[in-house]
């Protein structure tokens, strides 16, 4: 499945980050694609946008603090 690599998004008008979308889902944010795991990746370049996921699926909200919560471990 293809993988989204948007670059420099401002997530809720915060400060810009990249966000890696995998399979539909939120693979990680503030991370770059691994090589070998994400084989067919996309770059969409976000700068100047801000990225609104609660408005387009309601569980995404939820499933973004997750990932924001592993990626501080």
């Keep these: 499945m293809t993988t989204y690599w ?22 990680g944010i503030g991370v770059r694609p691994e090589a070998g795991v994400h084989d067919e990746v996309v770059e969409v370049d ?4 801000i990225a609104l996921p609660g408005l387009v699926d309601r569980s995404l909200k939820s499933q973004l603090a997750i990932v924001r919560r592993h990626a501080r471990r």
């Design 6 to 27: 948007i670059k420099n998004a401002a997530i809720l008008g915060g400060e810009p980050t990249d966000i890696v979308l995998a399979n539909g889902l939120v693979w």
């Design 46 to 49: 976000a700068t100047g946008l």
